[in-house]
């Protein structure tokens, strides 16, 4: 996840800080890959455990069922055609199809933002969530009631390197 931190809202600003975190990146990719998690609604929740709020899993669900149809319809479909151009046809040379996957990848994660813009509306627009002790019981709720909705447990060491890396002074809200 690259693009520039100045802009967007508090989230996704969040969201660019948070996943050039060591060991961010891949365990997100590994929870997406292993138990279908929607990285953008992950993030959503460990934002929101950086703020001490905690979602009920009909928040997510609702918050899932909302953002899905664009996820499928766009952002699923982008990352399958960037996936398949590391490999791709020989009718282009490998520099020109590099070139085009780089551009597929920028496109892939404009959607994303607009993804998560969208999502951030719906936050604000509501009393979403409820007040939690701490970050981390915040943190650890939203990962349990998200895999909770999901229906299976997300690999621990996964999770384990999200909570450490949101702990992290690095990840210090802006807001």
């Known amino acids: 996840m690259t693009a520039s931190a100045s802009s967007g809202s508090p989230f996704w600003r969040f969201s660019l800080r948070f996943y050039r975190q060591d060991g961010v990146a891949d365990a997100c990719i590994l929870l997406q890959e292993e138990a279908g998690v929607d990285v953008n609604l992950l993030l959503f929740l460990l934002w929101h455990a950086r703020r001490k709020r905690t979602l009920s899993a009909s928040e997510i669900a609702e918050l899932e069922r909302r953002i899905a149809p664009w996820r499928e319809m766009t952002v699923i479909p982008l990352r399958t055609m960037r996936r398949a151009l590391k490999s791709p046809p020989t009718l282009v040379d490998g520099a020109t199809s590099e070139l085009f996957r780089t551009r597929i990848k920028a496109i892939e994660l404009e959607a994303e933002r607009l993804q998560q813009e969208a999502m951030h509306e719906l936050a604000g627009a509501s009393t979403m969530g409820t007040g939690a002790p701490s970050l ?17 447990a997300f690999p621990s060491p996964a999770t384990e390197a999200l909570l450490a890396a949101l702990t992290r002074p690095e990840c210090n809200p802006e807001e």
């Open 136 to 152: 981390e019981a915040a943190a650890r709720a939203n990962i349990e009631a998200y895999a909770a909705t999901c229906g299976r």
